[in-house]
């Protein structure tokens, strides 16, 4: 009698499921390769004018979105800074976040196209192979932009945000919409959230003992509530409110936009329905950006 016939031996590819990541680090380091993927889709095939296109980041084209995410990776690969002055006339760079940010930018302000395509898949491969050799445990202390220090998991969890935002930058600049509901978009819902109960209790100052709700419709759906207790400290629940003080109706894809501070509330207040107290409602939308 013949032996049963054997599974076949799937090849291990360059960005493949690593055996050593932990659990809760997993779902970061997909949502980073499915849009990390994307970008290097997005910016494969474009001729060099494109490059040069601008984006909705303040002073940013095409190519300084892509020089920000080789940066970053190339930080989190654990490579050295360049070292590179930063010229005077920047305009959009006002404090030391942003300065520490741009010189990754600044330093590949005059790659050609295939130079950055180039450098970008080299990285990918870098950072997957470093991926499938992580074993540190999430709770392991990380440096972080400044000097900062920070677990692996909030590091990988930020990062994959981050580059899912830039991936939309760049399709917003292509005119290439899409992934609006990819992993990295879910990340990006809950980096988001945890944000909201500081705009609402601490900067827009909303009244003690009061409940904010916000309603997001399209490719990514929620209803979250902001509880403001007696001591003016703002929890995010899940519960909806009744008789909250204020809302904010609107798609998701906007709330990402205003919530990363590509767009002003001026901007698309006609993709913004407001309940309640108006000038609680405006308060939140002038905080509403959280993104450095």
């Known amino acids: 009698m013949a032996p049963p016939p054997q599974p076949a031996r799937v090849p291990t590819a360059e960005g493949s499921r690593s055996v050593s990541l932990h659990p809760t680090l997993q779902p970061y380091a997909d949502a980073w390769s499915h849009s990390i993927e994307a970008i290097s889709e997005l910016v494969q095939p474009l001729p060099e004018a494109d490059w040069n296109r601008r984006t909705p980041c303040p002073g940013w084209s095409v190519r300084d979105v892509v020089s920000h995410v080789i940066g ?7 490579d050295p800074r360049p070292i590179h002055t930063l010229p005077r006339d920047l305009f959009h760079v006002t404090n030391d976040h942003q300065r520490y940010m741009e010189m990754q930018v600044d330093v590949r302000r005059h790659h050609t196209a295939p130079e950055m395509t180039s450098e970008l898949e080299l990285m990918i491969i870098r950072r997957n192979r470093q991926l499938r050799n992580e074993n540190r445990a999430p709770g392991a202390t990380v440096r972080g932009p400044l000097g900062t220090e920070l677990t692996l998991e909030e590091s990988m969890r930020r990062h994959a945000f ?22 990295g978009a879910h990340v990006a819902r809950d980096v988001l959230l945890d944000e909201l109960p500081r705009v609402v209790a601490e900067l827009a100052q909303a009244p003690r003992s009061s409940a904010f709700v916000i309603d997001v419709h399209g490719p990514v759906e929620f209803l979250r509530t902001i509880r403001v207790d007696i001591q003016g400290r703002g929890t995010l629940e899940t519960a ?14 906007t709330y990402v936009r205003l919530a990363c501070g590509r767009v002003t509330a001026e901007a698309v207040k006609d993709r913004v329905k407001t309940e309640g107290d108006p000038d609680l409602a405006a308060a939140i939308l002038r905080y509403f950006a959280v993104t450095p």
């Open 240 to 253: 909806p409110a009744l008789g909250p003080v204020a809302g904010l109706s609107l798609d998701w894809e």
């Open 72 to 78: 970053l990776d190339s930080e989190m690969y654990g």
């Open 162 to 183: 981050a580059v899912w935002a830039h991936e939309q930058d760049l399709r917003a600049a292509l005119g290439h919409p899409g992934n609006l509901d990819s992993p």
